[in-house]
């Protein structure tokens, strides 16, 4: 059964892998942790309510 890579939407033969090739592994995470700080810097709320002392 082919999969689909999950960065760059190729197919290709893999059991355990979710993406064709250890660049795409890599863009994922990269795009993927720009995406979490990039939410993350906007919402200052979070950040306020952790530095709080109770």
Not at 1 to 25: H, Y
């Amino acid at each position: 059964m082919m999969k689909k890579c999950l960065n760059c939407g190729k197919q290709f033969d893999g059991v355990e892998r979710k993406f064709c090739s250890w660049q795409c592994d890599e863009n994922y995470k990269k795009v993927l942790r720009t995406k979490i700080d990039d939410a993350i810097s906007k919402d200052k709320g979070h950040t306020d309510s952790l530095s709080k002392d109770k």
